[in-house]
């Protein structure tokens, strides 16, 4: 189950530079592509916003 990113997503790319796999894209709001994210929990880990959380 990948990470997703909520609507809370503040676009400041901490998330982007922590992912060992380039799976987050940038944009308004940033994407995590599901079939690269390897569910490591980086990104989630260093969000200011706490807007990256694990799929449901």
Known sequence: ?????SKDCLAC???KDE???EAISEG???KID???CMECGS??????????HLAE
Do not use: K, S
């Open 1 to 5: 189950m990948a990470y997703v990113i």
């Open 28 to 30: 308004e709001i940033y």
């Open 34 to 36: 599901p079939d690269l």
């Open 13 to 15: 790319g901490t998330c």
């Open 43 to 52: 990104c989630a880990a260093v969000c200011p916003a706490e807007a990256i």
């Open 19 to 21: 992912c060992p796999v």
